[in-house]
């Protein structure tokens, strides 16, 4: 029989059965560390756990890629300083503990690299990597960060970072589960776009043992310990039946009697557009630009950018790609044009309220845009973040056609600009609903809180009559009007969009193939009666609840 | 004492993986080697972070220092390899 299985939120779909590894939290010096009794003593810990981090390093050096190789043997170096350890070793000569004594040592030259900037003040990072492996083995707690994998494994934390997440080796992470995190959170985007499945907000999670085995479901949510072999079995089924009946359709998204909705995929860098590329897809309906410029210290050049650019578009070849132009701010700050400090970031100066601010930035993008453009020949769209008002909608359609730019539209994920969406549309070309913003604009929810995770649900009858007034607008004034937030991939909820009238559905490409096989078993009636049953739902669940009832059952028994 | 004043050839100036590859060298003398600006205090060569901290540019001179045997022999490798843009060859 398996063991217990507990339930969260699943936040990228399929199953997978492995190991657990758990990604242990950051570490601090502890706040009541002693003084050293011994100066000596405590200097040869120092040093020995240093030299310990050099030979972890090394050790995962040899055994990386020829990428990541180079990138921890460099570390491994930082780490076996003879500055660093002289450093350390005089605060503890003048009375601090250990790990303290290695922070402060740490800090000391995280200053003087900052003070230097650019390209040296990137290696901050792995500094302070080094000096946290360190304090970790003084203080004899795991090491943080993702282990190094040996084999297929289910990767559990308390959060993942950004940078954690992207650094996975794909080829060994058979499914992430996280015990915060919300539907929303970048740990949830990215497993989707890897195409792992993702269980967020599950209970305890960090308490999973290592080693043990565990079956993770990202449709359902749950994750059970020790799995026995029926369960394992009707995974199996599952996988298989879903396999089969996804394979059976392809090409352009469309309803059973042939409505079009374009399926697109949501993209944020180089390797993203050339993996969604050679995909089933129509091109692309987000492509995310901010790559290009948050690891920057300086404005990227035009011709910098153009070089991105132009890398980005090729592997779509005459697919309409839209891009989203810059969307920094408080909580995204840039090094290059840093408005200050906010007490609100996500209600502050971001998205086109900062290149309004500072409209070189939004210039020498859509500069960079139309060269990419010119030279690839690519169906560029480019669309507005955070956009509320007809004038702003304007601001930024007279920007783009200045630029010579074919298309201008707008995200609409300020309820203001969904509810205005007839006078917003009609100063741009098309509309894009980023239903994550949108969600959290229209019920007051950070969505970066996993407490508020069901306040956040794009199901939320409130988030479904704000995308049907911005569909009205849509229908209104002849604009298309399409969803790019992580809405669009749920199969059920595609459904609903398609009856409120959203012309294009764009998402992790690996959630492309249910979509299109959800639309191909509904005519585009049936669509519409979906909706009417979700907007007359009373809750996120009973929506849910109602359009999975009616809907094909050979969609449903594979979800 | 042997003395020599070169060029940092590196496009990106000597971070990362140029300063890893120099630091490697420069440990491989088994000598005391030093690093620095023409009439600044130097750092000690075999030291990544000390390197790094130097923030020495493209295009900047640089002044080496060894002591002990074969110690002309020890700078002219560090000389050639500082005079290369190192981060133009990747591996």
């Known amino acids: ?559 | 004492m042997a003395q020599r004043t070169v060029t940092i050839a590196s496009s990106v100036g000597l971070h990362a993986r140029p300063a890893a590859l120099f630091v490697e060298a420069a440990q491989e003398t088994g000598l005391d080697v030093e690093i620095g600006r023409a009439g600044e205090d130097a750092v000690d060569a075999t030291s990544i972070l000390g390197v790094m901290a130097l923030g020495a540019k493209h295009g900047e001179e640089v002044v080496l220092t060894a002591d002990g045997e074969g110690a002309e022999a020890a700078l002219e490798t560090l000389v050639a390899l500082l005079s290369r843009d190192l981060d133009a060859e990747e591996g």
């Open chain 1, 1 to 559: 029989m398996s063991g217990d299985t507990r339930h969260g939120v699943g936040v990228s779909p399929g199953t997978a059965v492995g190991p657990v590894v758990q990604v242990a939290p950051p570490v601090r010096p502890p706040a009541d560390e002693p003084a050293p009794a011994d100066a000596g003593a405590a200097t040869d810990l120092v040093l020995e756990a240093l030299a310990a981090v050099a030979a972890d390093l090394d050790d995962r050096a040899a055994a990386a890629d020829e990428h990541a190789a180079p990138i921890l043997k460099a570390t491994a170096l930082i780490a076996r300083d003879k500055g660093l350890a002289k450093a350390a070793g005089k605060h503890v000569g003048a009375g601090l503990g250990p790990a303290h004594a290695i922070d402060a040592a740490v800090e000391e030259y995280a200053a003087q690299f900052e003070a230097l900037g650019g390209y040296f003040a990137e290696r901050v990072t792995d500094l302070r990597d080094v000096g946290a492996r360190a304090v970790a083995a003084v203080l004899g707690v795991p090491a943080p960060g993702v282990p190094a994998l040996t084999e297929p494994s289910v990767i559990v934390a308390l959060d993942l970072a950004p940078a954690e997440t992207a650094a996975l080796d794909r080829s060994r992470v058979v499914a992430i589960v996280t015990e915060a995190g919300g539907r929303t959170s970048h740990t949830a985007i990215l497993a989707a776009q890897m195409g792992i499945p993702a269980v967020v907000q599950l209970p305890d999670a960090t308490s999973l043992a290592v080693g043990t085995t565990v079956a993770v479901d990202g449709d359902g949510g749950s994750v059970t310990v020790d799995p026995d072999l029926e369960l394992l079995e009707a995974q199996r089924v599952r996988r298989e039946r879903r396999a089969a009946a996804l394979a059976g359709v392809s090409g352009p998204g469309a309803t059973r009697d042939g409505h079009a909705v374009a399926l697109l995929a949501n993209i944020g860098g180089v390797d993203d557009a050339v993996a969604a590329g050679a995909q089933d897809v129509e091109g692309v309906g987000l492509f995310r630009t901010e790559f290009v410029y948050l690891s920057a210290q300086t404005m990227p050049t035009v011709g910098e950018q153009a070089d991105v650019y132009r890398k980005v578009l090729e592997p779509f070849g005459d697919r309409r790609v839209v891009v989203r132009t810059l969307d920094a701010g408080a909580d995204k700050p840039l090094a290059f044009a840093n408005l200050g400090e906010e007490e609100n970031p996500a209600l502050g100066r971001r998205g086109l309220r900062l290149c309004q601010a500072l409209p070189t930035l939004i210039d020498s993008q859509l500069e960079a845009l139309a060269i990419a453009a010119r030279d690839t020949g690519a169906n560029v769209r480019v669309m507005a973040p955070m956009v509320a008002t007809a004038d702003e909608a304007a601001w930024f359609a007279s920007r783009v056609r200045a630029a010579g730019l074919p298309k201008a539209g707008v995200m609409i994920e300020v309820p203001a600009a969904a509810l205005r969406s007839r006078h917003v549309l009609a100063e741009v070309d098309f509309g894009s609903l980023g239903t994550n913003d949108l969600a959290q604009y229209t019920m007051a929810a950070d969505r970066m809180e996993g407490a508020l995770s069901d306040l956040l649900d794009p199901w939320q009858p409130a988030v479904l009559d704000v995308v049907a007034a911005a569909c009205a607008g849509g229908a209104e004034t002849g604009k298309p009007v399409g969803v790019c937030g992580e809405s669009a991939g749920d199969p059920l909820l595609a459904l609903v969009l398609a009856g409120l009238g959203v012309s294009s559905l764009s998402m992790a490409p690996s959630k492309v193939p249910a979509v299109r096989l959800a639309l191909s078993l509904h005519t585009l009636a049936e669509c519409r009666s979906l909706a009417e049953a979700a907007l007359s739902a009373r809750s996120a669940a009973d929506a849910r609840e109602a359009v999975r009832a009616a809907a094909s059952e050979e969609l449903t028994s594979i979800l």
